[in-house]
């Protein structure tokens, strides 16, 4: 059994998903949690909406309020995106930016201030995968996440001296609704990502557990599951394969797109 922590969390992106596993897992922990989503529905304490400075000063002053201070900050929320190089529009690139990676660094900007006066905090980032591995049809959402990964390992850098610890959370596909937030044109790149979180046999609580381990372990760089791990560890030990790998699925890809193409 995990030793209690009686940490106080702020986690957001908390109405389904991983946000949801996460609220769960830390309350279990003996963990105080702030649950926050865009939208007020059951289980959410905090309408945030991560694009917002403004939704974030709110946030900030409802955990001053709360608890006088935080210990973790879960930058949870996010959407999924993605497209081949000439068909994922220039305003598709602009939406997912605005959440995925401007969302995270909002939210570790609004808490950083209270975290140097506590001399202490930990900013948990959700990327993904795909901010280590870079499948085709997938380019904005790749180098979001690799943004995110990147934020947050300069962070780590630049916040120890503060006391403060960054980790960021890189799952490969797993059971979530994070495909109800799909948008863009490429709907063949549509269609294999959502067929890729179907046949998953990993869950939400699944990562969840992994990412409090990794926490505990003091891991920078959260690698939550079995999937994710051989992907890594397939580009650093082989690069010829993992590079024969991605153009053997950018092929797949294509030749999908003109089986479809009327």
């Not at 006088?68 to 529009?89: E, F, K, M, P, T």
């Not at 690799?146 to 490969?172: D, K, N, Q, Y």
């Not at 372990?217 to 082989?238: H, S, T």
Request: glycine letters at 10%.
């Amino acid at each position: 059994m995990s030793t209690p922590t009686h940490r106080r969390v702020l986690v957001t992106g908390a109405a389904s998903g991983l946000g949801a596993a996460l609220v769960i897992a830390f309350r279990e922990r003996g963990d105080e949690v702030l649950a926050t989503d865009r939208v007020a529905v059951d289980g959410i304490d905090l309408v945030l909406d991560i694009t917002s400075d403004s939704d974030w000063a709110a946030a900030v002053a409802a955990v001053e309020e709360r608890w006088g201070g935080l210990d973790v900050l879960v930058n949870n929320a996010g959407v999924a995106g993605g497209g081949r190089v000439d068909r994922c529009s220039m305003e598709e690139w602009q939406w997912i930016t605005d959440i995925n990676l401007f969302g995270v660094v909002r939210g570790t900007r609004a808490f950083v201030p209270m975290f140097k006066a506590q001399g202490a905090g930990h900013v948990v980032n959700v990327a993904s995968l795909a901010g280590l591995v870079h499948p085709a049809g997938m380019g904005s959402y790749n180098a979001v996440k690799a943004a995110v990964v990147a934020f947050t390992e300069t962070c780590g850098h630049e916040l120890a001296s503060s006391g403060i610890r960054a980790s960021a959370v890189c799952p490969s596909y797993f059971r979530t609704r994070l495909m109800d937030s799909m948008q863009g044109t490429d709907e063949v790149v549509g269609d294999l990502i959502a067929g890729l979180v179907e046949r998953s046999r990993v869950t939400a609580d699944d990562i969840a557990a992994a990412v409090l381990a990794g926490m505990d372990a003091g891991e920078d760089v959260i690698v939550p599951d079995e999937a994710a791990r051989q992907a890594f560890f397939l580009k650093w030990a082989d690069r010829p394969a993992y590079d024969a790998v991605m153009r053997e699925q950018a092929a797949k890809l294509e030749a999908a797109g003109v089986e479809r193409a009327p």
